[in-house]
């Protein structure tokens, strides 16, 4: 995945209202309504800061590890487990979040998801969303990406493309 020059700020400010509006417009308006809902709301994501903005940025499939907690634990053979495993109805334990083109991190559902698993209360969607430049040490843990595409969502079952005739 090469790395692009680093977002503005009204680049990154259109970027995030953008994500805002759409989870909004698809009625997630809180932490419980946007909780495991990752792959849907990236991988339209992605293709509406495309369309909309034209913003690069790659669905990223990994985990979150905090000093205390990692979030969706992954590892390379919970993925083979993955792909050789015959029912596709299991839900998938992992985290997917978009890596825009320089790096940074846009992630719409993980602190969702620590809002009701430490309850931490029912944030409305705009608290929930998450950037995270490039630059930006994260003091409290960082992300851990194992996969990038939407190859591996679709080839488990996680996610269909369904095209129009």
Known sequence: MPLKRKLSKKQ?????????????????????????KCIPVYMALQSLLCKVLSVESYITIGDRVWSDYIYCEMSYDYIIRELEKTNINDALKAHVWLTLRDGSVLDCTGEAYMDLLFKRGNHPT????AYFPPDKNLSDGFYRPYLVGSAFLTHIGAYAVIQKK
Not at 16 to 23: E, K, P
Not at 126 to 129: F, L, R
Request: contains cysteine; hydrophobic residues 40%.
């Open 126 to 129: 705009h608290e929930c969303v």
């Open 12 to 36: 990154v400010q259109k970027i995030l209202q953008v994500c805002v509006d759409y989870i909004y417009s698809i009625e997630f308006n809180n932490s419980s309504d946007l909780a495991g």
